[in-house]
T-cell receptor
Framework: KAGVTQTPRYLIKTRGQQVTLSCSPISGHRSVSWYQQTPGQGLQFLFEYFSETQRNKGNFPGRFSGRQFSNSRSEMNVSTLELGDSALYLC??????????????FGPGTRLTVT | QQQVKQSPQSLIVQKGGIPIINCAYENTAFDYFPWYQQFPGKGPALLIAIRPDVSEKKEGRFTISFNKSAKQFSLHIMDSQPGDSATYFCAANLYGNKLVFGAGTILRVKS
């Protein structure tokens, strides 16, 4: 089975711009979660989507948004980029069905640099 | 209350040694506790996980010990190898698929 894929792998943007990152989960997985990883704050949860609905949300400003499509693929968008948004953005997929395994499998991440 | 505290920050052991990484939590709503291994330039890889109704779980050279009353859990790596040198994260699951991570432990296994 193919793993979680994320595109693009690297991205350089300028302050004030917006960016869209994409994630394709493992086949059959219906939950996609997004995390931000920085040296200072570590790994922090952004949000989770299940069956095209946002099910959980972390403590990030409204500039961070996401969506999920009917094929479970997900995108996250960051508007009005700030220098502090430079980070590795990780996507994780899981079966997501309540009562079953919570195992989350991560993709390789998208390294975003804001200049 | 949603924090997971991980220690030590870094650890150096000799090949064949048994590194132990510890984590503690406060929120009793956490219902699943995974450990992840991350190499530079890669995403975290799921190593092993445990639920709070189990006190110990072994998978290969990796063992999780879980103490529900103390709200602590730990990872033991048996017969550690240089290839195990990586950053290890403990995590706790909240409300479905929301993972709260520890700060990470950088492990170096000397050959």
């Amino acid at each position: 089975k193919a793993g979680v894929t994320q595109t693009p792998r690297y991205l350089i943007k300028t302050r004030g711009q917006q960016v869209t990152l994409s994630c394709s989960p493992i086949s059959g997985h219906r939950s996609v979660s997004w995390y931000q990883q920085t040296p200072g704050q570590g790994l922090q949860f952004l949000f989770e989507y299940f069956s095209e609905t946002q099910r959980n949300k972390g403590n990030f400003p409204g500039r961070f948004s996401g969506r999920q499509f009917s094929n479970s693929r997900s995108e996250m968008n960051v508007s009005t980029l700030e220098l502090g948004d430079s980070a590795l953005y990780l996507c994780a997929s899981s079966l997501g069905t309540s009562g079953l395994s919570y195992e989350q499998y991560f993709g390789p991440g998208t390294r975003l640099t804001v200049t | 209350q949603q924090q997971v505290k991980q220690s030590p920050q870094s650890l150096i052991v000799q090949k064949g040694g048994i590194p132990i990484i510890n984590c503690a939590y406060e929120n009793t709503a956490f219902d699943y506790f995974p450990w992840y291994q991350q190499f530079p330039g890669k995403g975290p890889a799921l190593l092993i996980a445990i639920r709070p109704d189990v006190s110990e779980k072994k998978e290969g050279r990796f063992t999780i010990s879980f103490n529900k009353s103390a709200k602590q859990f730990s990872l033991h790596i048996m017969d550690s190898q240089p290839g195990d040198s990586a950053t290890y994260f403990c995590a706790a699951n909240l409300y479905g698929n929301k993972l709260v991570f520890g700060a990470g432990t950088i492990l170096r296994v000397k050959s």
